[in-house]
């Protein structure tokens, strides 16, 4: 039996159910401080829409630094009170600045954003999101250009002078001068329908203060408002504040929400391991209705900022107040973000019995040495068949079917297997996993092929937690459902616990067998040797799990029969096998899983090497991405080597090579309901 190559970067798997192209773009200028990043790279240039060449007015005042702010807004008095307010945040160090810009200058820096700046549409595991380039790059554009954007220039620049440096400075305890005058670090961004940012901690570089100016449309009672009713939590794009277990590791759940208000600046320390933070989709369904926001970060002192504005006698190192100045807060780097977000989970592995997986009269052998090399591999017994049968749609227990499975695998190291249970076991979960959606309030109502136009009701993270389903975080990593298996399928006649009793009978009772295991091997090429598994349920609005890394393990040929002189076989990877459930009983839900625009595929891409953001690094590459977007798979470093969509009663097989990341992307609230699946690794020897 030829044995398959593994996906990685150098070999490119064709995605098998579906092709790759859900846009994934990896930019020179990274997503907002709601987003993540600011890269070391060259900036992206802002391209600057002309279609317009009506330029917004713009008056040009005596101080235009003190009067873009609203009279009082950055007094000494108002400092202080925000002062007091940073340090009694929870669950971190925060602050809300309402109507801190002069109105008439905000509506216009929002109306020139809105009509002149060219938005980019960027998706990676952690965000979709529309994004401009580096607004601190104005003072480079065009004159006609720039002509379009006096208020932008205004409010970019009231923002970094240093009447405001040191007003921020003095409501997060920072010492005098310790913000840059040199640095500016700021971009536009439009969150539309369906676009949101996961959890994070900015940590990365020099960054210091996190800031957020909301652009969303003004409440009718507002200062001279002329919105239709401003945004509300109903709206969702909220920002998420996530408490920690300890240092580095969020709770799964946010304990603050700060749902977006116009004219309102959100405002938090970086702070590595503490400051987690995310967006919330986007809830919105009106056309055109989105949630804009110009947003970035303040750096710490630059050694260029010396020339540009040396601190003057006495300021340096002066605290503007001694209670709880600067806790938390120093020159950040991203090596610890990284190496926890690029570790494995850390489950174990659990060793399976000795297997003949070449077969013959007695599979249960406990090796393949008696059998010559030379010889062909046997079919499935009829005993295997037979345990095979309660679970498995026989079509695929035929020699011819799995023969043209291990040739499509061999070829592209990856292979899905559609309808694979049984159709009476699958119609049972089927239902069983629809009837948890509908008590759990989650996904689409009965024969509603019009699920993407209803707005869905924001995130409850309480939702489905019960009969022995339990939340699994941290939230930087993950977010889903999983089932203890110490807790489920105690109560069959449950309607809400049917789906577990069902799957736990597929994890427990399929997946570790001997029958499985020679059924893989025939149609891998490799054997399974040792496995861990999970049943997990990914809830609309709520779930997924981040880029990740695959494990690597010695091979057993490698360990035994090296010498000093002989080269060391390369580590093996794991054979995923993942059966997946989603509601696709109508033609509208199985086209919008098909779609990937409400997520829940599986991924699996190279990693992205040369970027140290945590929040970012994992962007598939310019000239391709995952998913259904892009039309095309990607071969580039950092690209998407296999999108596998969501798809009811499926089995998906893949070989991995160690270092290729794998995530399931987040899923929608709009989906037509929960990502349900059995996912198994498997450890292997060829």
């Known amino acids: ?74 007094s000494p008095s108002s400092a202080r009170a925000l002062r007091a307010q940073y340090l009694a945040s929870t669950p971190y160090r925060h602050a809300l600045l309402p109507a801190l810009f002069t109105p008439s200058l905000l509506r216009s820096a929002r109306q020139e954003c809105l009509t002149h700046l060219h938005a980019t549409h960027k998706e990676t595991d952690i965000y979709r999101v529309l994004q401009t380039g580096d607004l601190a790059n104005l003072d480079g554009l065009p004159a006609a250009e720039a002509r379009l954007l006096p208020s932008l220039r205004r409010l970019r620049d009231a923002l970094y002078s240093r009447t405001f440096r040191r007003f921020v400075e003095r409501v997060c305890g920072l010492k005098r001068g ?88 959100a405002m938090f320390a970086v702070q590595p391991g503490l400051s987690f933070h995310a967006v919330s989709e986007v809830l919105a369904v009106k056309e055109g209705r989105e949630r804009p926001s110009i947003s970035g970060w303040f750096h710490f002192r630059q050694p260029e900022d010396e020339l540009v504005e040396p601190l003057g006698e006495g300021e340096e190192g ?17 090596e610890a973000s990284l190496e926890q977000l690029m570790a494995d989970d850390g489950r174990p592995f659990a060793a399976l019995p000795p297997l003949s997986f070449r077969g013959g009269p007695d599979s249960s052998s406990s090796s393949d040495d008696s059998i010559p090399d030379d010889a062909d591999d046997a079919p499935l017994t009829p005993s295997e068949v037979a345990t095979l049968a309660e679970f498995v749609n026989p079509t695929y227990l035929s020699a011819p079917t799995i023969a043209s499975l291990n040739a499509r695998f061999v070829a592209e190291s990856a292979v899905q297997l559609r309808e694979f249970l049984r159709a009476e076991l699958a119609a049972a979960v089927r ?97 399974p040797m040792g496995v861990r598994t999970r049943t997990a349920r990914f809830r609309p609005g709520m779930d997924y799990t981040l880029a990740t890394p695959t494990p690597g393990f010695p091979s057993s040929s490698s360990s035994s029969s090296s010498t000093e002189e002989e080269e060391e076989e390369p580590p093996l990877g794991v054979l995923d096998a993942t059966l997946c459930f989603v509601r696709d ?102």
Request: charged letters at 25%; proline letters at 6%; a negative charge.
């Open 1 to 74: 039996m030829t044995p398959p190559s593994s996906l990685s970067p150098s070999s490119t798997a064709a995605a098998v159910a579906a092709s790759a192209d859900n846009s994934n773009h990896h930019d020179n200028h990274d997503i907002d401080s709601e987003g993540g990043s600011s890269s070391t790279r060259a900036p992206k240039r802002l391209k600057v829409s002309s279609e317009s060449t009506t330029a917004s007015a713009a008056p040009t005042p005596e101080d235009p630094i003190a009067s873009a702010f609203r009279p009082g807004a950055i």
């Open 178 to 265: 310790s913000l840059s005058a040199t640095k500016r670090d700021l971009s536009h961004n439009r969150y539309a329908k369906g676009c949101h940012l996961l959890c994070h901690d900015d940590v990365i570089g020099s960054r210091a203060v996190s800031y957020i100016v909301y652009l969303v449309e003004e409440e009718e009672d507002g200062d001279g408002g002329t919105g239709p009713r401003g945004w509300t939590a109903a709206d969702g794009g909220a920002l998420e504040l996530y408490p920690v277990v300890s240092r580095g590791t969020p709770a799964v759940r946010p304990e603050k929400v700060v749902v977006p208000r116009w004219n309102e600046v």
């Open 318 to 334: 002066e605290d503007w107040e001694e209670e709880g100045a600067a806790e938390g807060l120093e020159e950040n780097t991203a």
């Open 431 to 527: 239902a069983a996993t629809r009837a948890a959606d509908a008590a759990d309030g989650l996904g689409w109502r009965d024969s509603d092929d019009v699920g993407m136009s209803r707005q869905p009701p924001p995130p409850d993270y309480a939702a489905g937690v019960r009969g022995g389903w339990v939340e699994r975080g941290p939230a930087h990593k993950q977010r889903f459902l999983e089932l203890d298996e110490g807790d489920s399928g105690k109560r069959d006649g449950d309607k809400q616990d049917a789906a577990a009793a069902l799957l736990l009978r597929v994890q427990r009772e399929l997946v570790p067998s001997a029958a499985f295991r020679r059924f893989l091997y025939l149609v891998t090429s490799v054997k």
């Open 585 to 686: 009983d109508s033609a509208g839900a199985a086209r919008v899983w098909a779609s990937d625009d409400v997520g829940g595929f599986e991924c699996y891409m190279a990693a992205d090497e040369g970027n140290d953001d945590p929040a970012q690094y994992r962007g598939a590459a310019d000239d391709g991405g995952y998913g259904k977007a892009s039309g095309k798979n990607n071969t580039g470093d950092g690209g998407a080597l296999l999108s596998v969509s969501a798809s009811s009663n499926a089995l998906s097989l893949a070989l991995r090579e160690p270092g290729v990341l794998k995530f399931v992307k987040y899923v929608g609230a709009a989906a037509p309901g929960s990502r349900w699946e059995v996912a198994a690794e498997y450890q292997y020897e060829f």
